[in-house]
């Protein structure tokens, strides 16, 4: 198992940066691919980025492809979610979860941390 903590979320201006961590723990947690989710209010969460555990890098084809970027620190099982050139369509809640295969589909993910808030002023 993995227990997953999302940390980083806040206001950001539109245009502006934010980073998202997600700091996963637990015995085999080097071992599972950690990808991003968005849910914003009335909307199914939707899948953002995920970084595999072999290093396998996927994003969204969405209008966040080109902006953000998924990174990860092995060391500390640290995954991070750089956002760059902030949209309204990017504000909601932002989710971690852990798999063993590297998805884009919410199925393939049985661990998901508690999500942070992420709020684009215009």
């Known amino acids: 198992q993995v227990a997953l903590v999302e940390s980083g979320g806040g206001t950001v201006q539109t245009g502006g940066s934010l980073t998202l961590s997600c700091k996963a723990s637990?015995?085999?947690?080097?071992?599972?691919?950690i990808s991003w989710f968005r849910q914003a209010p009335g909307e199914e969460r939707k899948f953002v980025a995920a970084?595999?555990?072999?290093?396998?890098?996927?994003y969204a084809q969405d209008s966040a492809q080109g902006r953000f970027t998924i990174s990860r620190d092995k060391a500390n099982n640290i995954v991070f979610l750089q956002m760059n050139g902030a949209e309204l369509e990017d504000a909601g809640i932002y989710y971690c979860?852990?798999?063993?295969?590297?998805?884009?589909?919410?199925?393939?993910?049985?661990?998901w941390g508690q999500g942070t808030q992420v709020t684009v002023s215009s």
């Open positions: 970084f595999s555990w072999t290093d396998e890098i996927t």
């Open positions: 637990g015995s085999a947690a080097s071992k599972y691919t």
């Open positions: 979860a852990a798999g063993f295969l590297s998805s884009t589909n919410i199925a393939e993910y049985k661990f």
